[in-house]
Every structure is written in C-alpha cells, then in structure tokens.
C-alpha cells in the first residue's frame, strides 16, 4: 500500500482493512436483506412473515457498515496506522495455514492421527525442537484425548484407518 | 426471610461430596483456562459443555460456573507475573500488579488480586441473593412486549457503554443477530438464508462462534505478539498471605465502591472489563497518593480485581431472572441451561427453585474453593506459561477443533469455526466489539420470538412497546442509553460553547 512503501516487505494499513471489511459486512447486510425479501418481509395473514425480522436486521447491517466505510475513507492513512506488519503477517498465517490443513485432513485420516502430526510438526518448524521430542509431546497428548473422549466420556470423535487398525 | 431457607435448602443441595468435588475440578480447570492465552472463560465452557451432558444438570451447572470463577481468578495470575491480561478485564490488574511483583513482593500481590476477587464475587453472590427474586417475581408480569424492551435495554447499553465506535457495536451485533436467523423459522418452518446448504440448515450454533472468535482468534492475536514469556517467579506462602490479609480491611471503602461499580455493570450488561477500568480510575481519584498509582500500589489491584469479579458475578443475576446474559460467558451457561431443558427467567425460579438455590448456593461454596485454590496452588499455574508457545498453540487449537466437533458431532462446524477465528482476529484488531455479535447469536432467536408475538398481539402496531408505564420506561431507558454517547458529546460541546462565551 502506498501508506508504508518506505518500511520493508508487505504490510498491510489499517485503512485498507477497514474500507475492505466495511465492504464485505455491506455485502453480507445485502445478502441478508436481499434473502429476507425474497421470503417475504411485510405483514402475512398470521403476523410478520419470516423475513420481516432479518430484513430491518440485514437493513441496520448496511446502515452501520455504510457510515464506517465513509468514515474510513475521510481517515488518513498515516494515522489510521498499520494493520498487521510483514513479519508479524507471516507468523499469524504460519498459525492459519496449517489449522486449515489441519482440519482438513481431520475428514480422511481421523482427528488423533491428524492431531499428531500438527502438535509435532508444529513444534519442529515453529518451536525448533527435535522431532523426538516433538513426537513425545505430541503422542501422550493424543493418547490423552483418546482416552478422554472414547472411553472416559464414551463420545465419538471422527476417526480414520489408523484407529480402526487398532479395532475402533 | 423467605430467601434464607430457600437458600439454606440450597446448601443442603449443593453439599454432596460429588458436588464438592466438581466445584474443586471446575475452579482448577478454571484457573488453567484463564492463565492460558487462548482459552478463556466463555470458549473453555463452551468446549467443555459438551462433556457434562451425561452428568445430572445441578452438579454439571455448578461444575461449569466453578470453571467462570476459576477463570476469573486466573487473569489476575499472568498479569501480575507475567505482565500479559490473560483475560480482558484484567488489564486494569497489570498497572499496579506486575510493578509490585516486580519490586520484590508478588505474593503480596497475588495474595491482595485473590482476595479482592473473592470479595467482590462475595458482595455479587449476596446482590444475586437478595435481589434476584424481587426481579424474577417482577418479572413474571412481563409479556412479550417487556420481554423485547428489556432486550433492547441490553443491547442498547451495549452501544452507549461500548469504548468502541457505535457503528461498529452495531455492526457486529447486527451480524450475529444475522446468523442466529439463518436455518429453519420456528414460527413459519421457512427456511431462511440457507441459500440451498444443507450444512446451512441447522443454522449458526452460538457455541462454534465463540470458540473461534474467542480461540483461533487470540492464539492468531498472541502469534503476532510475539512469543516470549518473561515473568517474576510466583513466591507465596502463608506468611505472606496473612500479613498482606492484615493490610486489606484499611481499604474498605474502596472495596466496597469496587463491588457496587462491578455490581452495576454486570447487571446491566456493560461487563467485567469496562467496571475494572472505571473502578481503578475511581480508586486513583479517592485515594490518599495518587502518583503511586501505577508504581505498586496495592490499592490499585485491589479496585479493579474486586469490581471484575463482582460484575463477572453479577451477570448471572439477568441471565438466571429474565434469560439475557450480561457478558459472553454467561450466554454460554445460558445455552447449557437450555441444552438440559432450563428455560432461565422468571417461571425457573417457580418451577425449578432447587436448581436455582443450589447453583447460588453454590456460588458461595464455589468462589471459597477457588481463593483456596489460587492461593495454594499458584506457583504450578505461574510454571505453565514457561511452556514455549509453539507447544501451547497447536495443542489449544487440537482442543479448539474438538470441542467444536462435539457441539453437534460435526465436521462442517470446525470448518465454521476456523472461519470465526478469522472473523474474530480481524474484528479485534479493527475494534468491532465481539460480546455484543456473540449475545446477539445467543439471544437473536428469543428477542424475534418476543417482537413477533408482541407485534401479533399489537395487529403490527409498534406503539405497543409505549403502550404502558413499564414497557414504556424500559423502552425510553433503552433509547436514551443508545443515544447516551451523542448526548454526551453534545453535553460537552454545549459546555465548551459556554465557557467560550463567557
């Protein structure tokens, strides 16, 4: 952004990130207004129909998400501020990334198995530990959890082939 | 005095060995929970409520306070020693706090947060005591109308206490009012902002929001904090408790004020974290030296600990009487209260008065057995954040995941959840209020359901919220505290334009 060419790497001002979420909160108030139309937003023959209550709701959505968008852009970027530096940007996302994967792989190789791997690769590529250690930390946890959730309080989690080699 | 046997009945419920035991669970898993970045108060009961299902609804209600209490009591250790609020409300903590520890006396420190604590939760349990059956039995009166009114009450005072921009509490409490109409009308059976998903269907469950926003969404905040952990080694023992207890009762007055500040913004829901602010700024403006304040004084622990966990306290007393919760945490023991069937409000203290003697019962014997606990267990939970950060991180978001998956044993809510977390670091870092968006998820349901009938009954006529002197007076408070802060600005510049005239 032009408001922090002069520091190094990406960063991100405060004012982009705020005309941008304004945006996306204008959008939702839009959809939400939009929806509640369609179904109907006025008096029904047994009272206010379905829509009516999430239409004034959507309505205020746009109102508010408006009036924070003409603010942020009568706000100057240098005092508005930074966002989120480069550096400290790669470190949140070095948190996100590997959730997202995470919880992905949850859904074809089970929870625990999945667990493992992102409390021990965490640990080697974050924490710098060896991968000894890491697996240490890692495994007692999971078997912790494991026997938590399936035996202790008899609640299913998702499981993949590993557990069923074991007979769950 | 009605209120005393019915409270002693309350005793007799809540003392049973299991009981007691569940107290003394809840007050350590509490405690862990509040010294942890990233798990606090309303996303550690949420990821625990799942697991109390089988148990019998008092027993598991007073396990699920005691970790609020625990929590509660658990701030107050990171900020003092560490110099990291491990909760918001206790930042106010840190500016007399970790100056005193770092002078040598932690203990001292510790020993006054604990204590303050413990009083303030005190005065809070005796206000719910007393107070809260006048306002249960007032409250059967209510109709839907009072019931809607009251409702805006509290999110109108949400918009007029707010430290953040109007615009913005609107925004976020518009939104979760948003996804708390998504999936099928209870009323029509229309399914409404499903947009064909299935997933979509059983709507937004309050319980994932709160687990990402208040989750993923600190660890992310804490992630770009940095991650070094330097504090003063937590040294206590009871020499120093009894002669730091010896100091206290010169600071009556300020306990007192702290608890009747803590009180009132607990009740009406401006919650824990403005009343510590607005407590400390009092207590400095009394106290016999001002300048110490923010170099160790104890004085200025003792203020805003004791109003936290006063209006911590105190915002179970709306929760139980009318079913609107004064603060994230309390929505979430109110969402456990509906999970086993307990409407809160005014008809519970009717039809199920044990429960509810034995939970207030159990509010005294629960904040008791947390002081013990802090007080003797500290240096273990002061040892827990020397564990590096990249060990913590992914073990609380492997907790995050579960504890959404159990919700509803669903795979699309982890998903959801990831999405809250982003949600929840972007709305913090841009001061969008996040209680407001998760009350209004909680409470989005009940207050449409109230409007609706109240305009049914109305034949569409909105004058039915001035129809009388109570809907009316509760409507017109909750105007003018919505336009409080453009009446305030208007009070100034007024006064400023006077002073300029003459």
């Known amino acids: 952004m032009q408001d922090n060419h002069n520091k190094e790497g990406a960063s991100i001002g405060n004012k982009t990130m705020e005309i941008a979420t304004a945006l996306i909160i204008l959008a939702f108030g839009a959809i939400v207004m939009w929806d509640s139309n369609r179904i109907g937003s006025g008096w029904g023959s047994d009272g206010p129909e379905s829509g009516s209550f999430p239409f004034y709701v959507g309505l205020l959505i746009v109102v508010s998400a408006i009036v924070t968008l003409v603010n942020a852009l009568r706000s100057s970027a240098e005092e508005a501020g930074e966002f989120v530096g480069g550096e400290e940007f790669k470190l949140v996302l070095a948190v996100l990334i590997p959730s997202i994967i995470y919880v992905a792989l949850i859904h074809f190789i089970g929870i625990y198995v999945s667990s493992v791997a992102f409390i021990a690769i965490f640990m080697v590529w974050q924490g710098k530990f060896s991968v000894v250690k890491s697996f240490a930390v890692a495994i007692p946890v999971n078997i912790f959890l494991f026997m938590m959730f399936e035996i202790w309080f008899k609640i299913p989690l998702p499981k993949g082939p590993v557990e069923a080699m074991f007979g769950f | ?502």
């Open chain 2, 1 to 502: 005095m009605e209120e005393l046997s019915l409270l002693f009945n309350g005793f007799a419920i809540a003392i049973t060995p299991y009981n007691i035991a569940m107290m003394f669970v809840g007050t350590i898993l509490g405690v862990l929970i509040g010294t942890l970045p990233g798990l606090g108060g309303a996303n550690g009961v949420a990821i625990l409520l799942p697991l109390t299902f089988s148990m019998e609804p008092t027993s598991a209600i007073i396990m699920l306070s005691c970790i609020y209490w625990g929590a509660l009591f658990g701030g107050a250790i990171t900020s003092i020693l560490f110099n990291i609020p491990g909760e918001p409300w206790s930042v106010a903590t840190t500016f007399d706090g970790f100056p005193l520890a770092q002078k040598g006396s932690p203990g001292e420190a510790l020993t006054a947060a604990f204590t303050s604590s413990f009083i303030g939760a005190f005065f809070a349990v005796l206000v719910i005591t007393f107070l809260a059956p006048m306002v249960a039995k007032f409250a059967l009166k209510f109709g839907p109308a009072e019931f809607f009114a009251v409702q805006l009450l509290t999110f109108c005072s949400f918009v007029g206490m707010s430290k953040e921009p109007p615009f913005k509490t609107i925004a976020a409490m518009m939104i979760g009012f948003a996804l708390a109409s998504v999936g099928m009308d209870s009323v029509t059976g229309q399914l409404r902002l499903t947009f064909g998903s299935e997933e979509m269907m059983r709507g937004f469950d309050f319980l994932i929001a709160v687990i990402g926003l208040f989750g993923l969404g600190e660890i992310l905040m804490t992630m770009e904090e940095g991650l070094a952990f330097k504090g003063t080694e937590a040294k206590i023992n009871a020499r120093v408790v009894f002669q730091t207890w010896a100091k206290l009762p010169q600071y009556w007055a300020t306990s007192l004020r702290s608890s009747l500040i803590g009180c009132w913004m607990g009740i009406t829901p401006g919650g824990a974290t403005p009343a510590s602010f607005m407590a400390y700024g009092i207590a400095k403006k009394f106290a016999k030296n001002p300048e110490g304040f923010g170099k160790g004084e104890l004085e200025g622990i003792i203020a805003p600990e004791t109003a936290a966990h006063a209006a911590g306290t105190s915002a179970l007393l709306p929760m139980l009487t009318l079913g609107i919760p004064g603060s994230p945490t309390a929505a979430v023991l109110l969402g456990g209260l509906l999970i086993w069937g307990l409407q809160p409000g005014p008809l519970l203290f009717v039809e199920k008065a044990d429960f509810v003697w034995g939970l207030i019962a159990s509010m005294y014997l629960g904040n008791l057995a947390g002081l013990i606990v802090v007080l003797t267990t500290v240096p273990y939970f002061a040892a827990i954040l020397k564990i590096p950060f990249s060990i913590i991180a992914p073990v609380i978001l492997v907790i995050c995941a579960i504890g959404s998956y159990t919700v509803a044993n669903a795979e699309f809510d982890m998903i959801l959840m990831l999405i809250f977390g982003v949600i929840g670091y972007v709305f913090k870092k841009l001061s969008y209020p996040l209680a407001p968006m998760v009350l209004a998820l909680v409470l989005g349901k009940m207050a449409e359901g109230s409007f609706r009938q109240a305009l049914l009954s109305s034949q569409g006529d909105l004058s039915i919220f001035w129809s009388n002197g109570l809907v009316g007076g509760i409507s017109g408070l909750a105007i003018l505290l919505l336009i409080s802060p453009l009446l305030a600005k208007l009070w100034s510049l007024a006064k400023g334009g006077n002073k300029a005239a003459a």
